[in-house]
T-cell receptor, first 114, second 106 residues
Framework: KAGVTQTPRYLIKTRGQQVTLSCSPI?????VSWYQQTPGQGLQFLFE???????NKGNFPGRFSGRQFSNSRSEMNVSTLELGDSALYLC?????????????FGPGTRLTVT | KNEVEQSPQNLTAQEGEFITINCSYS?????LHWLQQHPGGGIVSLFM???GKKKHGRLIATINIQEKHSSLHITASHPRDSAVYIC????????FGTGTSLTVIP
């Protein structure tokens, strides 16, 4: 069974631009969560989607948004990029809900904002 | 204010030693997760707990809901256990500890 895939793996953007990251969960998994990891703040929760609905959201500004499609694939978008958005963005999928079943993490997308 | 506190931050052990990493939290939770992150960045979920104790091979995780505390134990540690171990709690939000960097020396 294929694991969680994220594209692209690396990305360089300029301040003020926007970016879209993609996550394909393990086949059959319906929950997708997104996380940001930086050296200063560590891992932080962005949001969780289940059956195309955002179930939970972390404490990030509205520039961070996401969505989930009917095939459970998810995208997250960051608009008006800031230098502080440089981070490793991870997604994780689970069968139903992350508190009921373990999560499987993707390799991450490393975003650099210059 | 950190909802999740882990200790120690760094840990160096000799191969074969018994290792304990502690996690305390301050809010109500649905589940507690132990994660492992290797230098390349990949994260693996080791355990998800809502009560009691779980064991996978040489790894044991326990949780005490009343005391809001969890421990991750590694028996007979091995250099391949060297990684960052992260405690996380989930409910409506998902909070992470700052991680424990473990180095096991042969």
């Amino acid at each position: 069974k294929a694991g969680v895939t994220q594209t692209p793996r690396y990305l360089i953007k300029t301040r003020g631009q926007q970016v879209t990251l993609s996550c394909s969960p393990i086949s059959g998994h319906r929950s997708v969560s997104w996380y940001q990891q930086t050296p200063g703040q560590g891992l932080q929760f962005l949001f969780e989607y289940f059956s195309e609905t955002q179930r939970n959201k972390g404490n990030f500004p509205g520039r961070f948004s996401g969505r989930q499609f009917s095939n459970s694939r998810s995208e997250m978008n960051v608009s008006t990029l800031e230098l502080g958005d440089s981070a490793l963005y991870l997604c994780a999928s689970s069968l139903v809900h992350r508190d009921s079943y373990e999560q499987y993490f993707g390799p991450g997308t490393r975003l650099t904002v210059t | 204010k950190n909802e999740v506190e882990q200790s120690p931050q760094n840990l160096t052990a000799q191969e074969g030693e018994f290792i304990t990493i502690n996690c305390s939290y301050s809010v109500g939770i649905s589940a507690l997760h132990w994660l492992q992150q290797h230098p390349g960045g990949g994260i693996v979920s080791l355990f998800m707990l809502s009560s009691g104790k779980k064991k996978h091979g040489r790894l044991i995780a326990t949780i005490n809901i009343q005391e809001k505390h969890s421990s991750l134990h590694i028996t007979a540690s091995h250099p391949r256990d060297s990684a960052v171990y992260i405690c996380a709690i989930s409910g409506n939000q998902f909070y992470f500890g700052t991680g424990t960097s473990l180095t096991v020396i042969p």
